[in-house]
């Protein structure tokens, strides 16, 4: 009988790294010649930049938020955090209105947002930490009732909103690949690297988390600390993403869970590393097929959300068979 032929986790990384390269390349270069390089390079730079950097921060999010909550169907947009983005931009236009610097100028609309999103989970998970003990059940159940209050009041508000204004919301409002802000794309870079440098050096210690909570508590992990820590370094990464290219439904979930699928490992060194390869590897695979494929006649985002909702579908009945 033949043996089956397995691969080593540094090859997958390896074959990954590769196909995230080719499709990075192929998104630049194709069509160059060395008359009109400057103008394309000039327009797709900033746009593959933004993907790959909404990839990672998606990637590295979900994976992590699934380590500490200890649940393979959760993403951290289940903690209201997408909502509050949109509330947040909803909120500028209806109190300062839509030709406010606040709006106009990307950077301070991006900072505002951050600020808002990281004092919110700061907020959240002091108050919570201090009076429950830290059961984190419990936090997503406040996060769940939350991402609906603020879903509910943004959608209060775009109704009494100016169709003008409203403009200004809705494009914030769905995931878009192509109309990226390109002054916002190089600001990103810097904070995303400061955030998944962050997340890496804590790989050890969410290894741990691994054995459940009592286990790295014997263990002599703070676990209350770690989990707040990791909870507002997502807040970070998925302003970052969704400022990026806006919410993306089941995306994150889709590639953590394929990331632990494919590499069948509990260390986070590599996982981490191998879901933001696969997270660019789809993200730019995806848009390439919507734009050369389909002739842009779907968005890469129905995509995503419908291939997402069966898997998510998919887990749901594969959990409670087991």
Known sequence: MLNRITLSDNVKLYILAVMAIVLTGLFLFAGLDAENYRYFLSRRTPKVLAMVLASIAIAQSSLTFQTIT????????IMGFDSLYLLTQVLVVVLLGATSAAVLNPMLNFGLSVVVMVVFSMLLFGFYFRGQGGNVLVLLLLGVIFGQLFS??????????????FATVQANMFASFNNINRELVYYNAIPLLVVCVLMFRMHRVLDVFWLDRDNAVSLGVPVEKVTRNVLILSAILIAISTALVGPVLFFGLLV???????????????LLVASS??????ILGGQWLVEN????????????????????LSLLVRQKIQ
């Not at 200890?70 to 951290?76: S, V």
């Not at 509910?152 to 204004?165: I, K, Q, Y």
């Not at 494929?293 to 995509?303: G, Q």
């Open 152 to 165: 509910n009041v943004a959608s209060f508000f775009t109704m009494l909103m100016d169709p003008n204004d």
């Open 293 to 312: 494929l389909f002739s842009f006649e779907t968005t890469l985002s129905v995509i995503i959300n419908f291939a997402g909702g069966l898997y998510f």
């Open 277 to 282: 390869l696969l997270s660019v590897s789809m």
């Open 256 to 270: 953590a869970n394929l990331s632990r699928e494919l590499f069948n490992t509990y260390r986070h060194r590599t």
């Open 70 to 77: 200890n649940n393979r169907i959760l993403t951290p947009g």
